[in-house]
């Protein structure tokens, strides 16, 4: 979908390779500026997050693989760069300088406080990002400390994400006729932004400012509860007619404390039934109980587990490659039925090819 849109990567952590991950899958060319030597002693010679990419491995500290990386920068649409604010402009490939060498370049920044403000150039990581964004308040039970899914808020849903669209934004403006851009990726306000859906929730009063207190955050139908051994299923059935589903399959279509599903005062009570209830039979005795109807009520599962999972695995959405297991690229297309990742480079792989593409260019800015 991407196919011709060539993406400079300079190695980073996280989300920035994160993100030309994504646009690989999508078709674009991205080559990553690799270190020519790892920054971390003992990580393996490729990484999952550079599948479908090409290296070259260069010294930003010698103005000889500098002047290499501007050439890159001139045949490309984009440039990512994941560090703190300053460092690209103390290597000479400040936007500044990027942007005179490509004037339709979006230039994107991706950092967990941003470009500017008080933390800016403060150390941190996802769930720092996400605590002081406001995205971390909810994800926890009552009176339980907050904990959301490692990276998958901040490092991605607010971070990589928000930048693989803004750098399409900027591309596809400069190519109606625009100018490059600087994309300022901040996680704290992508995942900020996040909170949105669940904003809305507030003037119905199905958000409260209090955890546990939420149409989402803390009902007894709402949860996670664990099984006798020791698996979890997931129960969400917000909507009054699946939660009767849910009762008539557990037998509780008749007790009057269940059927007032929307009495905060009771939700900490018929959590604790339902632990008990939960506590009796197996992840699998329930699903098979629940099996076929909308009580929304679905496993838990490990990656391993779910690339064995029957709806996972008829969707082909985890792979193993090399074997490594990873996720396929998504979205799906019409059209496009080959979601085999293309292999991950070693440090350096490409040199030879990249450098002589470099010397018979077939476009720059």
Known sequence: MLRGIRIVEIEALGPAPFAG???????????????????VPGLPERSLLDRGKRSIALDLRDAEDVAVVMRLIASADGLIEGFRPGVMERLGLGPDVCLAACPRLAYGRMTGWGQEGPLARTAGHDMNYTGVSGALWYASLPGEPPMAPPTLVGDIGGGAL?????MLAAIMN??????????????????????????????????????????????????????????????????????????????????????AQ???????????????????????EWMKLFEGTDACVGPVLSPHEAALYPHMAARGS??????????????????RTERTPAKSPARGEHDAEIRAELANPAATC
């Open 21 to 39: 991950m994504l646009l690989a899958d999508l078709g674009a060319d991205v080559i990553v500026v690799h270190r020519k030597h790892a920054s």
């Open 174 to 259: 400069a190519r109606a006729g625009g100018e490059g851009t600087v994309v300022d990726a901040a996680i704290v306000d992508g995942s900020a932004h996040m909170m949105n859906l669940l904003m809305s929730l507030a003037p119905s009063g199905a958000l409260a400012a209090e955890r546990g207190r939420s149409l989402l955050d803390g009902p007894h139908w709402c949860r996670v509860y664990r099984t006798s051994d020791g698996g979890f299923i997931s129960v969400q059935c917000v909507e009054p007619k699946f939660y009767a589903l849910f009762l008539d399959r557990l037998g509780l279509g008749g007790d009057p404390q269940f059927a």
């Open 262 to 284: 929307f009495d905060r005062g009771l939700w900490p009570e018929l959590g604790s039934r339902l632990e008990a209830i939960f506590a009796e039979k197996s992840r699998d």
């Open 318 to 335: 985890w792979l193993t490659v090399d074997g490594a297991l990873q996720a396929a690229a998504a979205p799906r297309f019409s059209g």
């Open 162 to 166: 928000y930048l693989v669209v803004g």
